[in-house]
């Protein structure tokens, strides 16, 4: 007779088919054919190099896939640097985390602005209502629209902004480590 898993000997099962795993820590090599791959070609000068956002939604993914309890150790295996040495690779890899970071704060305060603008135009739309409160219809009208625009507003400056604070707060919580590596370095070890 099979003995019964217990959800957490599920989840274990599962998530080792993916990731190393010992103790909280769990390990997930990304593998890449060629560094250049990351890079995207369409973005700056020959003095930076962007990632594209293929890396970080790999990054993302592999977050998402882990139980909040686990730190996730990531090693990032390039079988062929092309003209990049591994230094440079960690350093373009670095400021490319900051330069992504730099994006989130400002998309949230791009949102929260947008989002208080919103609130301030429903006020202003819900005050024009209150004025035209003796015609019915068009009280109604604009009272729907302030409303709408409240609505809107509070839920850009706030809910949505909180859920992406979540994710990356747990994205930031989660990673432990990163490790630049290619087939050769390993097999020297």
């Known amino acids: 007779m099979e003995k019964i898993k217990s ?8 998530l080792q088919h993916y990731f190393s795993i010992e103790g909280k820590v769990a390990t997930l090599k990304l593998v890449y054919d060629t560094f ?7 973005f700056g000068d020959d003095k930076i ?15 998402s896939l882990l139980p909040r309890k686990y730190k996730l150790n990531l090693i990032v295996e390039i079988k062929d640097f092309g003209s990049y040495t591994k230094e ?31 609130i301030g135009v429903g006020a202003a739309v819900l005050l024009l209502s209150y004025l035209l409160r003796n015609h019915d ?16 507003g509070v839920n850009m400056a706030f809910i949505e902004r909180n859920q ?10 989660s990673i432990q480590n990163i490790t630049i590596s ?8």
């Not at 959800?7 to 599962?14: C, Q, V, W």
């Not at 190099?49 to 977050?63: C, T």
């Not at 109604?140 to 609505?151: A, P, Q, R």
């Not at 992406?164 to 919580?173: C, D, F, G, R, V």
């Open 49 to 63: 190099e962007k990632l594209n956002d293929k890396f970080f939604s790999d990054i993302r993914e592999a977050v």
């Open 164 to 173: 992406e604070n979540k994710e990356m707060l747990a994205l930031a919580k």
């Open 88 to 118: 440079e690779c960690d350093k373009i890899i670095k400021q490319n985390f900051y330069l992504f970071v730099y994006k989130v704060i400002k998309d949230n305060n791009k949102k929260r602005a947008g989002g208080w603008s919103l």
């Open 36 to 42: 250049s791959e990351l890079i995207n070609p369409n």
């Open 137 to 152: 219809l068009w009280f109604d009208l604009v009272n729907i629209s302030g409303t709408l625009f409240v609505w809107e």
């Open 7 to 14: 959800k957490k000997e599920m989840e274990l099962e599962i």
């Open 182 to 189: 290619s087939p050769e370095s390993e097999q020297k070890e």
